[in-house]
């Protein structure tokens, strides 16, 4: 494990692990860690020595403590993801990397594929955000009326626990995305952690279109992978990225939006070579 200090930006965490010898990047998903892709023991981890980078407010990434609280809501710009590749390099040469991701962490591996098409092999995204403008988060991110309802629900101790129970009862997450939402913001602190996490990762917005074209342009190997029963990332959403590709290796598997558990990584083993 390891830091990338970014100037102007803080030290971003890493763990290393995977016995392969091909490098990849990876990018957790909401309330995780970059552990989060240990359980890929059988399959990913075999053929890649995976650097798996802890978002900021999760693990030990740390935002500079000169940002203000107006800043984290503004977002950080992608120029400061490109920072994340550069400083990789600075330890590890500039090489050939590959890329994967989970959720919300598919939004910074997108923006490096985008900005670095030629140095990059292979791209993995699990229960993608970032394929397609997802209408819940445009709502809290962009609207004011959003905004106003996020901020007022990171304060309150009942309005958010409320507002997950009304959206497990019409089945828009299912009993164990409740379970693990409610665990973190049973907090005033894991609220506003979910607050600043998702408003500082607002301005990433990949430019699908390009990504598609350069994708085919270079030759990556892609994976899209989708849970049957996700109701926040379906496939139904990435529909129109995944038609513009050459050749996507598309799979969706018999689970929901909490992807990335041994399950996964037995029907990633078991794919014909």
């Given at each position: 494990m390891g830091f990338l200090t970014i100037p102007g930006l803080g030290k971003v965490h890493y763990h290393e692990y995977g016995s392969g010898d091909k490098p990849m990047l990876a990018f957790h998903g909401y309330g995780m860690t970059g552990k989060q892709f240990h359980v890929l023991k059988k399959s990913i981890l075999t053929k890649y020595h995976v650097y798996g980078i802890d978002h900021f407010f999760h693990g030990e990434s740390e935002l500079e403590s000169t940002w203000t609280e107006k800043e984290i809501l503004e977002g950080m710009p992608r120029e400061m993801v490109k920072a994340y590749l550069e400083e990789w390099f600075k330890i590890y040469g500039r090489q050939r990397v590959s890329l994967m991701a989970y959720s919300i962490g598919a939004n910074l591996a997108l923006i490096l594929l985008e900005e670095y098409p030629d140095l990059i092999e292979e791209i993995i995204l699990?229960?993608?955000?970032?394929?397609?403008?997802?209408?819940?988060?445009?709502?809290?991110?962009?609207?004011?009326?959003?905004?106003?309802?996020?901020?007022?629900?990171?304060?309150?101790k009942w309005l958010a626990p409320s507002l997950l129970k009304n959206l497990k009862r019409v089945r828009f997450i299912d009993d164990s995305l409740y379970t693990i939402a409610y665990n973190e913001i049973d907090t005033e602190k894991k609220r506003q952690d979910v607050y600043y996490t998702l408003n500082i990762i607002r301005q990433l917005k990949p430019d699908t279109n390009r990504i598609a074209a350069l994708i085919n342009q270079h030759h990556i190997k892609c994976t899209l992978i989708f849970g049957r029963d996700d109701k926040l990332f379906p496939i139904s959403a990435a529909k129109p990225f995944i038609a513009k590709l050459d050749d996507p290796q598309v799979h969706e598997v018999q689970l929901g939006h909490w992807l990335v558990v041994q399950a996964l990584d037995e029907y990633l083993l078991n794919l014909p070579q």
């Open positions: 699990m229960a993608p955000d970032g394929l397609s403008v997802y209408k819940g988060f445009e709502f809290l991110m962009h609207k004011p009326m959003g905004k106003f309802f996020f901020r007022r629900a990171t304060k309150s």
